[in-house]
């Protein structure tokens, strides 16, 4: 083994110690993103636990997606502190332990940003192609077969170009790259937009299984109430350039800020509460409300 090989085998070791010391997977501390004049982010904290699906929701513009991208490093905050499996991560792009870092997360961007002149089996090799060039064409072949079968995608949608596909497939496509590299952590920008509600409510079902089957903690980005209510841990709100509040459904509900009022209390989000009622039911448990 070369120096450099040993030296990388170190730095996995101790980010596997990190990663199993703290039952935080993000911690985000006192951030600031602006554009010009427009302040998006200001003081903004939160903190994601390992092993939790976090609804993160919020208006329109509120700056989610901006969020999404400080902590994955695609957007330079002015101020803060971003922290993934307790590595400072603002400002290390390219260095081996936030490479290594990198390495265990997995992205599904808003609107699922699939690669059109790749196949849906090329799209999912791409982040191995990056990550682990020494990997073989028979063995990258395999890995993206199995992972667009983990996502509940036919086999015979490798070959596939996206514009060939559903839009409910093409998620799914976009999520077996995000999991090809087997990440602890999976960030989701609005998985479910644009789905009707039955592909909407499978992708859900989807997701909770993996997460389950795989442990991975997940930093959820939604407008979809039904998501929020079916599958989702905790929900972080954003409004007023900070998250506001951060907790269960009935945690947030008890709280009187006027924008969470009116999303979970408003008619939409009264189907869904009952929606979800009508379901603990007929499936015998597991309502939101008794999720830990
Ligand atoms: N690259 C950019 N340049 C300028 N403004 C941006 C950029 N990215 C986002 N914004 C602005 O920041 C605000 C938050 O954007 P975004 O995080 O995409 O909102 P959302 O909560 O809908 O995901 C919006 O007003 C958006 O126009
Ligand atoms: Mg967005």
Redesign the pocket.
């Given at each position: 083994m070369t120096s450099e090989e040993e030296a990388a085998l170190e730095t996995e070791k101790r980010l596997e110690e990190a990663v199993n010391s703290s039952d935080i997977a993000i911690s985000v501390r006192g951030l600031r993103?602006s554009?010009?004049d427009?302040v998006?982010h200001e003081g903004l904290d939160l903190d994601v636990r390992k092993g939790e699906i976090l609804g993160v929701v919020?208006?329109?513009?509120?700056?989610?997606?901006?969020?999404?991208?400080s902590i994955i490093g695609l957007?330079i905050p002015d101020e803060g502190e971003v922290h993934v499996f307790g590595e400072p991560m603002i400002g290390r792009l390219d260095d081996e332990e936030a490479l290594a870092i990198r390495k265990r997360w997995g992205v599904l961007f808003?609107g699922g940003a699939l690669f059109s002149t790749l196949t849906v089996a090329e799209n999912v090799e791409v982040p191995l192609r990056e990550y682990y060039p020494n990997i073989g064409p028979q063995l990258r072949d395999e890995i993206a077969a199995f992972k667009i079968r983990m996502t509940g995608l036919p086999c015979e949608a490798g070959p596939k170009y996206p514009s060939e596909l559903s839009g409910g497939m093409r998620k799914r496509a976009g999520l077996a790259r995000a999991l090809a590299l087997d990440p602890d952590l999976l960030f989701l920008?609005?998985p479910t937009a644009g789905l009707d509600p039955i592909g909407a409510a499978a992708f859900d079902e989807q997701t909770r299984q993996l997460q389950k089957t795989l442990g991975l903690t997940v930093f959820l980005?939604t407008h979809d109430l039904d998501t929020l209510f079916s599958i989702c841990d905790r929900v972080a709100v954003?409004a007023d350039r900070k998250i506001i509040a951060v907790g269960t459904i009935d945690e947030l509900l008890a709280t009187d800020h006027p924008w969470i009022q009116e999303y979970f209390n408003g008619p939409r989000g009264r189907a869904a509460v009952s929606a979800q009622q009508r379901h603990s039911i007929s499936s015998g448990g597991d309502a939101p409300a008794e999720r830990q």
């Open positions: 993103n554009f010009g427009q998006v919020g208006g329109s513009g509120t700056g989610k997606s901006v969020l999404m991208r957007q808003q920008d609005e980005i954003i």
